[in-house]
């Protein structure tokens, strides 16, 4: 196995995008964070939005550029594409590819139309993604504090022989190489982001959550009390996770907690889990899952509807929205960067 190259501030060259302008497709979660702090590094920015965008009026009162998406491809050298997954091929076709020039640079910040080939962007371009590795409000706010958000570099197609050099200069500029750039491939990017996604951070972690709460329900025990120890709590055990590790959060519990913990959880996720993770994994690798969201798009999203239904209509969802009412953090402010989140403006 190669060393893992992290790239920081020292090995970025601004040369390389100081004389180019960069067209940022989408103004949601990760385009607003992308437009601004690429202006304020003094990078010529322009926003590619709908005519008809709900986006527009925030862009211009940052004083961005804005056209649709077809104008600023053709007025860039580097065309960053932050609108989502499932509205990047339509867009590709119709208003990217035929503005694109030899020597463009076209950008992702995930790499999965590129890995499943539902965009096939011409030879002479470079293609290269640059991927923060959080949410958009905190790439913004660590860039205005002065620090850095950690990021991915990926080069799928170095056309110029400059595709690295481009993309380590636009991490700098939006702050990724102030805390570290982590050189990967648009293979691995895409395949262990849908992998996390599914089995721990998204898929794995709310069935575990829903799974503790029905237990403790269906056992006699309040709602409220279920929902304090299989939800609310994880907050805080993620959070010491995050800040020191594993032996971080066993250091920080108690010994009885930690005992428990030990003996039991692999009882919980055991080998059978294992071997469902082995079979997500091998889907996400061979195409199955990406050609199946593909086509649940196609189609309206029948079943994506529906499991959303299911999910918003489980109890867990009704005791917490009662229970959140009493927690200090449950203001304006986290609500709105909520709202920002969950944003799909193209």
Known sequence: MTETRIYDDNDADRTYIDDKTVAVLGYGSQGHAHALNLRDSGVDVMVGLREDSASRAAAE?????VGTAAEVTAAADIVSVLVPDNVQPTL??????PNLEP???LQFAHGFNIHYNQITPPEGVDVTMVAPKSPGHLVRRNYEAGEGTPGLLAIYQDATGE???TGLAYA????????????TSFKEETETDLFGEQVVLCGGVTSLIKAGFETLVDAGYSPEMAYYECLNELKLIVDLIYEGGLMGMWNSVSDTAEYGGLTRGDVVVDEHAREQMEQILEDVQDGTFAHEWIAENQVNRPRYSQLREAEQNHEIEAVGEELRALFAWADEEVEEEQKAEVSADD
């Open 103 to 105: 020597g463009d640079t």
């Open 172 to 183: 700098q500029a939006i702050g990724c190489a102030r805390a570290g750039v982590v050189e």
């Open 61 to 65: 009162e940052e004083g961005l550029t």
């Open 92 to 97: 590709y076709d119709a208003a990217i590819e």
């Open 163 to 165: 595709a690295k050099e």
